[in-house]
C-alpha cells in the first residue's frame, strides 16, 4: 500500500512568524479603538443616566426605607434657601410620616400634613385660639394664608409660589419644615435643639438623629446623583 505524502504547510515556519508579527500591532490597534469607543459610548446620556440611577440604588440599600427620589430636589431646595441640611429634612420626614406613606397626615394630638405642624405653630402662635398643645381654632383659610401666617407668626412657608402656605403640599410642608428648624439652631450646627424644639421628646430626637446621620454618610453623593438626574 502507498504511503500517504505529508501535505506541506501553506507557509513555512518564517512566513508563519511574519504573519503573526504583522497580526500582532493589528490586534493591538483594533482593541485600543475599541477601548476608547466604548469610553466614548459611556459619556453618552443613557450610559451616564444608568451609572447615576446605579449609585442611587446602591446607596439606598443601606436604609430600611428608600428616601423617594422625587423628594430629594425639594429637600436640596429648602436646605439652599435655609442652611438646613437636607438630610435632616430626610430624617423628619421619614419619621413623621414615612415620608407621606402613612394613610393619614392628621395625629391624633392634631399636627398635620407631609411633616406633621401643629396648626399653632404654623400659623403663628399669636393666633387668639392657641393654647395648650397648638391645636387652636384656626379655619382651613387662615391656616394656608401667607398673609394671615406673617401677622401672627407662623413657620408656614409658600414654596411654590401658588400663593398659599399648604401643610399638604409637599413643598410648602417641607420648606417650612427647614424654616423651623433654621430658626431653632439648625443652620448654625445645634441641630439636636432644634429637632428637640420641633418636638419636645427624647426619644423622638433620639430617632430623627439616628437617620440624619445615616443619610448624612451619603449627603453629597446622593444628592449630586438624584439632582443630576432630574435637571436631565
Known amino acids: 500500500m502507498a504511503k500517504k505524502k505529508k501535505k506541506k504547510p501553506m507557509l513555512s515556519p518564517s ?3 511574519g504573519m503573526i508579527a504583522l497580526l500582532i500591532p493589528i490586534a493591538i490597534t483594533v482593541y485600543v479603538f475599541a477601548f476608547f469607543a466604548w ?3 459611556q459619556t453618552l446620556p443613557i450610559f451616564e443616566d444608568l451609572a447615576q440611577q446605579k449609585a442611587i440604588e446602591e446607596i439606598q440599600q443601606n436604609f430600611d426605607m428608600e428616601i423617594p427620589e422625587q423628594y430629594i430636589p425639594v429637600y436640596v431646595a429648602a436646605e439652599e434657601k435655609y442652611g438646613v441640611p437636607w438630610t435632616l429634612l430626610a430624617a423628619h420626614h421619614r419619621v413623621e410620616t414615612r ?3 402613612m394613610k ?9 400634613g407631609h411633616m406633621q405642624f401643629m396648626p399653632c405653630t404654623f400659623v403663628g402662635w399669636q393666633h387668639p385660639s392657641c393654647s395648650g398643645l397648638g391645636k387652636g381654632d384656626i379655619s382651613k ?3 394656608i394664608n401667607p398673609v394671615t401666617i406673617k401677622k401672627y407668626g407662623g413657620f408656614g412657608v409658600d414654596a411654590n409660589g401658588d400663593g398659599i402656605a399648604d401643610p399638604y403640599d409637599i413643598e410648602d410642608a417641607i420648606f ?3 424654616n423651623y428648624l ?12 432644634a429637632v428637640y424644639q420641633y418636638n419636645h421628646s427624647d426619644e423622638y430626637v433620639e430617632e430623627v438623629l439616628y437617620y440624619f446621620n445615616l443619610y448624612n454618610d451619603y449627603h453629597d453623593e446622593l444628592k449630586e446623583a438624584v ?3 432630574k435637571e436631565k
Do not use: C, M, R
Open 15 to 17: 512566513a508563519q512568524l
Open 141 to 143: 383659610a387662615e391656616l
Open 182 to 193: 433654621s430658626k431653632n439652631g439648625a443652620a448654625n450646627g445645634d441641630v439636636k435643639e
Open 104 to 112: 393619614s397626615l392628621v395625629s391624633p394630638a392634631g399636627a398635620e
Open 99 to 101: 415620608f407621606s406613606s
Open 227 to 229: 439632582v443630576l438626574n
Open 176 to 178: 417650612s419644615a427647614a
Open 39 to 41: 469610553k466614548e459610548l
